[in-house]
Nanobody, 116 residues
Framework: QVELVESGGGWVRPGGSLRLSCIAYGAISSIYAMGWYRQVPGKERVLVALSYETLSPTYADSVKGRFTISRDMARNTVYLQMENLKPEDTAVYYC??????????WGQGTQVTVSS
């Protein structure tokens, strides 16, 4: 089992910045990728950014150039630095850990609200 604990959500004005963090506990060795999805009410959960151990990160087109994903392998942590936030970035952000020979693990979600 892998448990993911997120932090860093909140409210910010358009143009502002936030950093999300997600720490993984448990079967760390089974994780081959970590990242972030987001979801707004009534819509499906969609990929924001994904960091692989051996490949270049993947970003949604809507966040390229504004969001940066990074990982601290020693701390089993993935970060999402979000710059120049827009109202359309408002969503619940979920951390994901993709695992070998198992389904993904999800965090509990953290709310990000961008409004003036």
């Amino acid at each position: 089992q892998v448990e993911l604990v997120e932090s860093g959500g909140g409210w910010v004005r358009p143009g502002g910045s936030l950093r999300l963090s997600c720490i993984a506990y448990g079967a760390i060795s089974s994780i081959y990728a970590m990242g972030w999805y987001r979801q707004v009410p009534g819509k499906e959960r969609v990929l924001v950014a994904l960091s692989y151990e051996t490949l270049s990160p993947t970003y949604a087109d809507s966040v390229k150039g504004r969001f940066t994903i990074s990982r601290d392998m020693a701390r089993n942590t993935v970060y999402l630095q979000m710059e120049n936030l827009k109202p359309e970035d408002t969503a619940v952000y979920y951390c994901i850990a993709k695992r070998t020979n198992s389904g993904p693990s999800w965090g509990q979600g953290t709310q990000v609200t961008v409004s003036s």
